[in-house]
């Protein structure tokens, strides 16, 4: 009769257990990475009675967090890949705004300044046209400097970016290497608070840095980048990682180039080949128009302003290292400018002018095709192309990310109506079972109290 | 498929954020009035947008050049109309002055003569927009000298403009093409000295010389009326080339509309029905959220 009282307080016990599990699961519903929780149960062994065998109560086994690993890899390795195209799309989408074709960028500069021949053809003594021509040129110069300029801009905030993000990374690897062993220390039951962390660090850092995981048996997760293992078990420190603008990511104890994936990789291939190349191009842009306008100049004669002095083959006008310093050559102005054809000093003579003017539409002589019009829009459609192409990519990387994501959050997430059902699920039977316990107290009291007291 | 509550919650953020950026994305197109922005928007309609603009910029300018070109002609003929009428003073001088006159009458037939011959100097000297208008391309006073010696101090520079596409035409005439002839024999080969070369032999009452005269004067008009011809077939094609780059530019500028800008009425309508969409999701949102059975549980 006793043990009726036993199998009732196990019953209390595993149900109370429930209704907490319950409640921290509801208290849980919006925390990030939380898994939700279940209270396994199991009866416990029965005992062989007179009468047969009778149960003996309930177990709780264990507290088990419903969480799949496929489901978890899935998401991540399209996090890794949803973080790279995301980190690129973005940089390309920066660079191409800050180049401002196609209102207020290179091209409305160059076409001024073959506006400017234009107009001097018409009248080409006119000192102030002749001085329009090298304003022309200072504002092409100026424009495709502040491309350039704003461009290095970008380059050292991605750099700057990639710090942090590899700074963050590896505070979450040595974080890691923390859990794992507070993990492995518990041995068979586990903190599923320290589980949890613990994955939504492994999340993040796909996200960030692309890493693959591996799951020993004691329990410690190896994080491994490129086949080499960051934090492993059983041994520490962890190694980090730091960036090296030629190698790429690097590992700080050997130095050797790993390939990374996600955000990190992002912002490498933007840095390393992306960016490079659509400025190796605006170089190209900038020494073509330095050499078909110095070429030209060199072709013509130039008179001081009062038409009186002459210089045949006019001085280079503009000079260029790279775009950065793409400009007028200093001490020019507009007699410098060559408008007659070489030794003839006619001072309303527009042969010269006239070579300048067919730069608009023809190869420039010497360096042939295209036009410069049609080198410089390659340059930009090149670029708008590319930052399509990756913007379409990173779309489509964050919509499969986003499938994974709900695919697992449908498995680990919280669903409050489930759990109001196994609250009052476990609340009624936690009833039954105090009303079972005062069943078997009162028999007792019967049995106690009440036997052996006839006729008394 | 288990839908938990933070799905809901994600998913409907990612809807709402879906629609307000088709939303916000309808309304710039409506306010701008352009269908794609940037390059990327289409890089193979903006390459084409690009090249439209650049081509655009061009045929302006074209139409600007035949302005100055069909301004030059004008000029030039104007002042050839002049020069060609007092060359017809000069030849009705000179028919008098052929017959026998008055030493009175004869010197007042020479001084009017000479003093076209001045005009006729001064005509050939004129300044378009300050440079020579028949010197070719220098800057220098175009004819000089006086009585019956004459040159051409110009040079044979040619003045272009470009009026359209592979259309350069040249708009200026010098002074050597104008008023320097083959004279027949014993005259100059200029009309100021034909001119003053009448003048002396009305003057001294030659007559035979003043009627040989004449038949320079005819060559020298001959000269000036075919310069006219030409300016007239020059200012009829700039013209022409004119109204043919107007009409190019306005259809550049056409098709890069038709490229670039949306259609209006398209695009009012997209604004509405994505304002819907996002009033609708919104709305989806708000009742999709609150309940649980949390609320009907008592």
């Known amino acids: 009769m006793f043990e009726g009282l036993q199998i009732a307080l196990t019953g209390i016990r595993a149900n109370q257990t429930a209704l907490d599990t319950a409640a921290n699961n509801v208290a849980n519903a919006n925390t990030p990475g939380y898994t939700r929780q279940r209270v396994d149960l199991a009866s416990r062994a029965p005992w062989q009675s007179v009468n047969g065998k009778v149960?003996?109560?309930v177990d709780v086994t264990a507290i088990s967090r419903m969480r799949e690993g496929f489901l978890d890899s899935r998401a991540r390795v399209t996090g890794a890949a949803a973080g790279y195209a995301t980190a690129r799309a973005n940089l390309l989408d920066q660079t191409e705004s800050l180049l401002g074709e196609p209102d207020a960028g290179i091209q409305q500069a160059m076409l001024s300044m073959f506006d400017a021949f234009d107009d001097l053809a018409l009248d080409p003594s006119n000192i102030a046209l002749r001085d329009n021509v090298v304003a022309a040129f200072d504002a092409l110069g100026g424009r495709i400097r502040s491309v350039s300029s704003t461009w290095s801009q970008l380059a050292g905030d991605a750099r700057t970016r990639m710090d942090s993000a590899l700074i963050e990374t590896n505070q979450m690897l040595t974080r890691v290497d923390d859990l794992n062993r507070e993990i492995a220390a518990a041995g068979s039951d586990p903190s599923n608070a320290a589980l949890d962390e613990r994955d939504l660090l492994l999340d993040r850092l796909s996200t960030t840095l692309g890493v693959t995981t591996e799951t020993r048996s004691n329990g410690m997760v190896d994080v491994i980048l490129d086949g080499e293992r960051l934090v492993q078990t059983a041994v520490t420190p962890v190694r980090t990682l730091s960036y090296d603008s030629s190698a790429g990511v690097v590992l700080n104890d050997t130095l050797a180039p790993v390939n990374a994936g996600g955000e990190v990789a992002g912002i490498h291939a933007f840095v390393s080949t992306d960016l490079p190349a659509v400025r190796t191009q605006l170089d190209q842009i900038a020494f073509d128009v330095r050499d078909a306008v110095n070429a030209a100049n060199a072709g013509g004669s130039a008179a001081d302003p009062g038409g009186v002095s002459w210089t045949d083959g006019g001085p280079p006008l503009l000079v260029a290292t790279s775009a950065a310093d793409f400009g007028i050559a200093p001490g020019i102005d507009g007699a410098d400018v060559a408008t007659a054809d070489l030794g003839n000093h006619a001072l309303h003579d527009a042969t010269n002018v006239l070579r300048f003017a067919a730069l608009r539409d023809q190869n420039p002589p010497g360096l042939g095709s295209p036009p410069l019009d049609e080198r410089l829009r390659g340059m930009v459609v090149g670029l708008g192309n590319t930052t399509a192409?990756?913007?379409?990519r990173a779309n489509t990387q964050q919509s499969l990310y986003a499938n994974a994501t709900a695919a697992r959050q449908s498995g680990h997430g919280v669903n409050l109506d489930e759990e109001m059902v196994s609250l009052v699920q476990h609340q009624r039977a936690l009833e039954a079972v105090t009303r079972a316990m005062t069943a078997i107290d009162e028999a007792l009291d019967t049995l106690i109290n009440r036997t052996g007291i006839v006729g008394r | 498929m288990r839908i938990t509550s933070q799905a809901i919650v994600t998913r409907s953020v990612e809807r709402l954020n879906a629609r307000y950026a088709g939303l916000e994305r309808a309304s710039r197109d409506a306010s701008t009035g352009r269908r794609i922005h940037r390059v990327s928007d289409d890089p193979a309609a903006m390459n084409r947008v690009m090249a439209l603009t650049a081509a655009g910029r061009m045929r302006d300018q074209e139409v600007k050049a035949a302005s100055d070109a069909v301004s030059w002609l004008n000029s030039a003929d104007t002042t050839l109309q002049?020069?060609?009428?007092?060359?017809?003073?000069?030849?009705?001088?000179?028919?008098?002055?052929?017959?026998?006159?008055?030493?009175?009458?004869?010197?007042?037939?020479?001084?009017?003569?000479?003093?076209?011959?001045?005009?006729?100097?001064?005509?050939a000297n004129t300044r378009h927009n300050g440079r020579p208008m028949f010197g070719g391309t220098s800057d220098g006073t175009a004819v000089t000298g006086s009585g019956t010696a004459f040159t051409y101090d110009g040079d044979s520079g040619q003045v272009l403009r470009r009026v359209g596409p592979d259309?350069?035409?040249?708009?200026?005439?010098?002074?050597q093409d104008a008023f320097f002839f083959t004279p027949p024999p014993g005259f100059s080969d200029n009309v100021f000295a034909v001119v003053e070369e009448i003048a002396a032999a009305v003057d001294s009452g030659d007559t035979a010389r003043v009627s040989a005269g004449l038949e320079a004067i005819d060559t020298a008009m001959?000269?000036?009326?075919?310069?006219?011809?030409?300016?007239?077939?020059?200012?009829?094609?700039?013209?022409?080339?004119?109204?043919?780059?107007?009409?190019l530019a306005a259809a550049l500028s056409s098709e890069r509309s038709e490229l670039q800008d949306v259609d209006i009425a398209d695009?009012?309508?997209?604004l509405r029905t994505e304002e819907t969409a996002y009033e609708t999701a919104l709305s989806a949102v708000s009742r999709s959220l609150p309940p649980s059975l949390a609320s009907f549980l008592r």
């Open chain 1, 55 to 57: 149960g003996q109560g």
């Open chain 2, 267 to 270: 695009a009012i309508l997209r």
């Open chain 1, 389 to 392: 192409d990756a913007v379409a």
């Open chain 2, 167 to 175: 259309d350069v035409v040249k708009v200026n005439v010098t002074a």
């Open chain 2, 222 to 247: 001959t000269q000036i009326s075919r310069q006219l011809t030409t300016i007239g077939a020059q200012t009829n094609h700039v013209e022409a080339a004119q109204l043919r780059t107007s009409d």
């Open chain 2, 82 to 123: 002049t020069a060609m009428s007092r060359m017809q003073r000069v030849r009705q001088l000179g028919v008098t002055g052929a017959s026998t006159l008055g030493a009175e009458q004869r010197l007042s037939l020479a001084v009017e003569l000479r003093s076209i011959q001045s005009e006729l100097v001064n005509l």
